[in-house]
Every structure is written in structure tokens, then in C-alpha cells.
């Protein structure tokens, strides 16, 4: 080369660098080849070396050789190790016609062979753990005419819907373009027959009829064709059964995190009947609002803990495997409406119109966040949602909203914080954001449709009620109730009315209701008001106070429990001071001033009382007296169908007296006879001619009954035969209730008024 380019050194070196590349490439492509052929080996000396090598079902295994369509040649093998394996690297040695090859140090579990000949038959040969006495082997044997074939599948996987069982196969990229079809077959786990399907490929690749209860053994091959004159089953899969029931929530519980205002704790756990069927939960987050993303977090454990805002969350929990996932079991974290936050100047709102409004916060937050959340919702609706970038001012105007803002309707609203600067939209639904503050507002406000329900009145006294009643609803408010009105109406006794009203704060229920009158009858109404007016007034109550100096019953029960008491425990204190400060009266039968008046001396006693003077100071009479009833002529008003309180009120009042005749006897009384040795025309002149106020002196202080029966006759005087009528005669008739004995002359010491 030098002799044919003397001057040309610099292509000579250019020369020598390049035969020196082509002789480096061919001895790595020598060697390359050489790896991949093998070694030659001879017969003899192979059965010397590995004849220690068994065949053992713990060891090397299933060896299987064949070739694909267009391999130029090339064989595949392919075994399993053993149980008992030290080393994962393998002796492979191959026998065909005559020749020996010998590959040594494999790592996997696959080799190819080079066979440029159908003609004659093959025998390879893999060897376990060569170094040790723990050697095992595995052989194949055939021709490789018969080695054609397409698969087995690089994969199976399993999903079991209700009653079916859907099977997905990937195959070898070779025997992809030949493989139109595929069989599956399938038994029940511990089962000894099979039942087989052949499934295209376009059809949807299911298996029906299957118990979704129950396990089962599967194994998938293709179906032969003249590309594929072989398809072995593939290896048997096993497939749990289908999980059909959903978890059971058995506790949830909210707690609020005192080092984050405006979160809490979320602690979820439940529990799943089919045990042991199931390799773990799959819990699905996300806001009800709709906002992205749903977060799904597995859990090995039969419970989770979150850390969320006050916003509305949904969590579906489902169980899975690897051929099924349970049906959801949800459960929804509700929407803290913190009133807290309600009015407190952290948050307000600006209503411009129903598809715009402003929102505003304070200062101090744009130190810390730039990304930000809007949720409003109006009651039993889900939330509206809309985030933004502010990093400058203190309000957003959200406008061209979803859906416009109706009027009487209240709406809340939640402003969120997010801590990650990076995008104001979350990445993650768990610990990813917090509530700033919540508040309400109208587009328009209203007036109330509805009233207090429930107005009831208690504690009835003579100068006050208290009255209870029930909210309004929300929905019947139309506004922001401002209070409540009391309108109560006096009646009078005379059908007159005076018309009442007070304010009550909106936080109360209830309400005592002073300076009434007593014993008047009212006629109590409520109503709220909103800035827009007044609402509705409920239907009325009547009440009717106490009358003055009525007692409670209360206070009668507690004096006649007093009074019991000092009568049981003071009886003998009581006995012994009556005795000492009232003596006892004699018992007028026993005394010796009592004198029985003899009959005889009737006469002269009449007699006397025809005699006597009408001269008060100085006139003893006797008297028989009785006491009169006078019945109430008074009768009740008729009562107003409106008002049933007032007549009530005008039959209260002091009721007439009774009256009592002291000189008038009953006359529905009998008449008694008259004493026989009495003269009947003496009596009744003696009665004739004495004055109203005459008296019959009794010789004693004390007389007896028995001589009034003997004086007054108990019969009617009979009048003379001669004509008289008998209404022209008086009758004296027994009816007194006592005899009583007393002067209207100034009154002696001697001379006592006495009453028997």
C-alpha cells in the first residue's frame, strides 16, 4: 500500500483505520455468533458431565420448544424453573442430527435455536443448579415439522360483570396477524370437566352464563388455522368470583383541625361481608359541585381519614380484585353551613344583577394565596362553582354565571383558599384547599308568605302571657327576617277593643307579653317582616288574663299542704290553748239555771208580752226567727260567637248576697197544734194586739226547746164557723232555726244575750 501511494500518507492512515473497523466488526460479529449458536459438544462427554442431573417435578420444567410462522429457522424454548433453584442461569443442549450444541450461563427462562432443517428430529435438554447435587433437568423431544404453532398469549386478564365473564388476550407480535379467534374453557375450581367457548375476536370477548358466586379455572388458546397448525392452552388462571355486594358504612365523624381554620377531619369506616374474596378498596372523592378532579385512593384497610373543607364532598367505596370491583357505597359529607362567618365582615357580596356579583374579602389574604374558589348554592340545589388567579386586588366580579340568580331566593356562598400557586385548579381533592368564610345574600328581597306557626300562649296571669310560636321557613321568608310583630287586641266589657303591637328580636320563640289588664279578654296575631315589609299574620289565639287577687292554684295547694301539716303536728298545742282562752259552754241540760215551765202558767205569761211597752232601752222580747233565702235574680248575657272570653268576664262579679228574714217564718213550713190547755181565741188576740217589735220575758237565760213547742202552736188556727174565711186569719206556723233571747235596752252586766 505504501509502494502504490507514496505520497499520500494521510490516506494511508485514513486506510489502515478503516480495515482496522472492518476487521473489529467482523471478529465482534464472529464472536456475536458464536454466542448465539453455542458450543460444539460431543455426545459422550455431555452424558459425563450431567449424569448426576435429574428429572424431578420440584425441578427445571415444562420445557417446550416450537417455531413461529416465518422464523427463518429459528426455534423457541422455553421451561420454568424448579423450586429449589441456587442460581438463576441454565445449561442448554441441543441434539440434531448428530450434532451437538451447547449453551451455557443463561439467565432466562427462553432460548433460541438455530435449525436450517425441517428433516430428522430434535432433542434439547435444560439443566438446574449444574454445580450442585441438587442438579434436575427437563427434556423435549420432536420433529420440527410438527413444531409450528401461534401462542400461547403474552396475557390474560379477567373482568366479571353480573353472569358473564369478560376475557382480554395479548398476543405475541408474530401470531398477532394470524390469530382471528380464540377458545376459552373453563370449570368450576375443583372440578374435573371443562366447558368450552370459541370467541372472535370482534366479539366482544365474553363468556355467558357464568355464576357470578363461584370460582373458576380458565385457560385460553387460539384457534388453528393454517398459519397456526398448533395453539397450545395457555397456563390455567384462576378467577375469584364476582363481588356483588357493597361495603356497609358503619361510622362516620367530622372534627374540626385547630391548626387549620377552615378544615376537618373526615373518618370513615365500614365494613365488607365477603371476606377473604376481595384485595382491597378503592374510595372515589369528589365535590358534589362537580369541580374536577375525582380523586380515587386505595386502601388495603376497612377505613380512610380525609382532610377536606367545608365544601359538599361524595365518596363512593368500593371493594375490588382482580377480576371484579363491588357495587359503590356512598356517602355524602355535607356542606358546613358555618353562620359563625354569617355577618361578620369577613365576606360580602355585591348583587349586580341576576348573571353578576361581586365579591369581597379582606386585605390580609393576598399575602398568603393568589388562587381562590367561589361556591354558591341556593337551598337543595348543588353548588355552582367558578376559581380564579387574584393576587392584587381584594374582590372578584364573577359574571356570565351557569344559572341566573332567581329573586326571593336566599343564596349562600363559600370562599375558598388554595395554597398551591402553581394552578388554581386542584390537583389533588384531599388536603388541597380551605374555607376563608361563608355568607348569604338576595338578588331581591321580599316580604313573608307565610306566618308563625305553632302560636300557643302559657303562663296565663293577671298582668302577663308568654307566648311561644315556630320559625318561618326559609322559603316562605323571602328575605332576612328583621323580627317579629305581636299584634294583640283588648276587649273590653262594653264590645270595645283597643288595638296592640310590639317587636320581637328575630333569634326568639317565644315572649312574655306584659302590662295586660286582669279578667279582660285578647285576641293575639303574629307576622315577621323583612326589609321589604311585613308578612302574613298567623291565625289568632284568645287568652283571657286572671282576675285581681285570684289566686294561683299553685298557691291554694301549698297553704292546704301548710295548713295539714301545722293541723297534724299542732293539734295538741292547739287543744291546750283553746282550753285556757275559750272555756267550755255548760250544756244547757244539764245546768241548774234551766227551769221547766209548767203549763199552767202559759196564760199569765202571754199575758205579759201583750202588756209590755214599746220602748226599746228597756224591752226584752223574744224572737223566732229563720233565715230566708233570696234567690239571684241576675242572669248571664248571651255569649259572642267571636269573643266566648267577654260574657265570661261580666259573670264575674260580685255575686248578690243572701238575704235572711229575721221576723218572717217559712211558710211552706207545717203548722203544728196548739198546747190543748191553751185557749185558741186567746192567742191569736194576744198576737193580734201586740206591736211587731213586742218580746215575752222569760224568767231565765236559758229556755228550753220544750217550752216554745209547748207556747207556739204547730197546727192552723181553725177560724169560728161563723163565716170567717180562712185566709182572713193568720197562721202560725213552726220554722224557726233557733231561739234567741235578747233586750234592746242598754245591756247589764247581768243580762247576757244568749243563743241556743
Known amino acids: 500500500m505504501d509502494f502504490l501511494f507514496p505520497k499520500c500518507t494521510s490516506f494511508r492512515g485514513s486506510l489502515h483505520l478503516l480495515i482496522l473497523v472492518l476487521m473489529f466488526a467482523s471478529g465482534s460479529t464472529s464472536f456475536s455468533y458464536i454466542q448465539a449458536s453455542g458450543e460444539n459438544c460431543k455426545a459422550k462427554d455431555i452424558s459425563a458431565d450431567y449424569e ?12 417446550d420448544c416450537y417455531r413461529k410462522y416465518n422464523s427463518k429457522g429459528l426455534k423457541d424454548c422455553t421451561w420454568e424453573p424448579g423450586i429449589n433453584a441456587t442460581e438463576k442461569k441454565y445449561t442448554v443442549i441441543t441434539q440434531f442430527k448428530n450434532r451437538c450444541k451447547i449453551y451455557r450461563n443463561i439467565t432466562g427462562f427462553y432460548q433460541q435455536i438455530p435449525l436450517f432443517s425441517t428433516n430428522g428430529n430434535l432433542s434439547v435438554k435444560v439443566f438446574e443448579n449444574t454445580e450442585t447435587t441438587k442438579c434436575t433437568q427437563a427434556i423435549f423431544q420432536g420433529s420440527p415439522v410438527d413444531l409450528l404453532r401461534c401462542g400461547p398469549p403474552n396475557n390474560v386478564s379477567f373482568h366479571r360483570p353480573s353472569g358473564g365473564l369478560h376475557v382480554n388476550v395479548s398476543w405475541p407480535k408474530e401470531d398477532e396477524r394470524y390469530i382471528t379467534s380464540f377458545s376459552v374453557r373453563y370449570k368450576v375450581l375443583g372440578s374435573s370437566s371443562w366447558n368450552e367457548a370459541q370467541i372472535s375476536s370482534q366479539s366482544g370477548n365474553r363468556v355467558e352464563n357464568l355464576t357470578s358466586s363461584l370460582v373458576y379455572n380458565v385457560q385460553v388458546r387460539c384457534v388453528t388455522s393454517r398459519s397456526c397448525p398448533q395453539c397450545p392452552w395457555s397456563k390455567v388462571y384462576t378467577v375469584p368470583s364476582a363481588l356483588t355486594v357493597q361495603p356497609a358504612i358503619v361510622h362516620f365523624q367530622y372534627d374540626d383541625i385547630p391548626q387549620k381554620r377552615g378544615c376537618r377531619m373526615v373518618f370513615i369506616t365500614w365494613k365488607f361481608s365477603a371476606k377473604g374474596m376481595y384485595d382491597g ?13 375525582l380523586e380515587h385512593i386505595n386502601t388495603s384497610e376497612p377505613e380512610i ?3 377536606l373543607s367545608y365544601s359538599a364532598y361524595r365518596l363512593n367505596i368500593r371493594a375490588y380484585n382482580n377480576v371484579s370491583i363491588s357495587p359503590a357505597a356512598s356517602h355524602t359529607v355535607l356542606q358546613r353551613q358555618d353562620t359563625a362567618d354569617v355577618g361578620n365582615g369577613r365576606l360580602n357580596v355585591t348583587v349586580h344583577n341576576n ?5 369581597h374579602w379582606k386585605d390580609d389574604m393576598s399575602k398568603k394565596y393568589v388562587c381562590y374558589s367561589v361556591e354558591w348554592w341556593k337551598n337543595g340545589h348543588p353548588a355552582l362553582y367558578r376559581s380564579f388567579y387574584q393576587d392584587t386586588k381584594y374582590y372578584r366580579t364573577l359574571s356570565s354565571l351557569p344559572e341566573p340568580l332567581e329573586p326571593y331566593k336566599r343564596y349562600s356562598i363559600a370562599f375558598l383558599t388554595r395554597p398551591n400557586k402553581q ?17 348569604q345574600f338576595y338578588l331581591t328581597e321580599g316580604s313573608p308568605v307565610g306566618a308563625p306557626s305553632n302560636v300557643s300562649s302559657l303562663n296565663v296571669s293577671a298582668h302577663s302571657v308568654v307566648l311561644m310560636w315556630s320559625s318561618i321557613p326559609e322559603e316562605e321568608l323571602r328575605g332576612f327576617l328583621l323580627g317579629y310583630i305581636i299584634h294583640y287586641t283588648e276587649y273590653s266589657h262594653r264590645w270595645t277593643s283597643v288595638d296592640h303591637n310590639t317587636t320581637v328580636d328575630p333569634a326568639f320563640n317565644s315572649f312574655e307579653l306584659e ?5 279582660q279578654a285578647y285576641q293575639v296575631q303574629m307576622s315577621a317582616f323583612t326589609s321589604a315589609g311585613a308578612g302574613v299574620r298567623s291565625a289568632p289565639v284568645f287568652f283571657k288574663t286572671d282576675t285581681k287577687g285570684h289566686s294561683n292554684p299553685k298557691d291554694f295547694y301549698l297553704a292546704f299542704g301548710v295548713v295539714v301539716i301545722v293541723l297534724i303536728i299542732g293539734s295538741p298545742f292547739i287543744k291546750r290553748v283553746s282550753t285556757v282562752l275559750w272555756p267550755s259552754v255548760p250544756d244547757p241540760a244539764s245546768s241548774s239555771a234551766v227551769q221547766k215551765i209548767d203549763r199552767p202558767g202559759l196564760l199569765e205569761l202571754l199575758e205579759s208580752a201583750a202588756n209590755l211597752s214599746n220602748e226599746d232601752w228597756d224591752t226584752k222580747s223574744l224572737q223566732i226567727i229563720e233565715k230566708e233565702v233570696v234567690t239571684p235574680t241576675a242572669t248571664s248575657p248571651s255569649v259572642a260567637s267571636m269573643l266566648p272570653l267577654i260574657s265570661a268576664t261580666e259573670d264575674e262579679g260580685d255575686s248578690s248576697e243572701m238575704t235572711w228574714d229575721w221576723t218572717h217564718g217559712d211558710r211552706a213550713s207545717e203548722s203544728r197544734d196548739l198546747p190543748p190547755e191553751a185557749s185558741a181565741n186567746t192567742f191569736l188576740d194576744a198576737h193580734r194586739t201586740a206591736p211587731p217589735s213586742s218580746h215575752v220575758v222569760l224568767p231565765s237565760d236559758y229556755t228550753t226547746m220544750e217550752m216554745f213547742q209547748q207556747l207556739i202552736p204547730a197546727d192552723p188556727v181553725v177560724p169560728p164557723a161563723t163565716g170567717g174565711k180562712p185566709e182572713e186569719f193568720p197562721l202560725v206556723r213552726l220554722g224557726s232555726n233557733y231561739v234567741r233571747q235578747f233586750s234592746t235596752s242598754p245591756t247589764s252586766d247581768s243580762e247576757m244575750s244568749t243563743i241556743l
Request: aromatic share 6%.
Open 52 to 63: 448426576h442431573c435429574r428429572i424431578h417435578p420440584d425441578g427445571v420444567h415444562n420445557l
Open 281 to 293: 378498596f378503592t374510595v372515589s372523592v369528589g365535590k358534589v359541585s362537580g369541580e374536577p378532579p
Open 305 to 307: 381519614r380525609l382532610i
Open 355 to 359: 348573571s353578576s356579583f361581586t365579591i
Open 423 to 439: 394552578t388554581c385548579n386542584m390537583k389533588h381533592v384531599n388536603n388541597s384547599e380551605s374555607t376563608y368564610g361563608t355568607t
Open 515 to 519: 302590662g295586660l289588664k286582669s279578667g
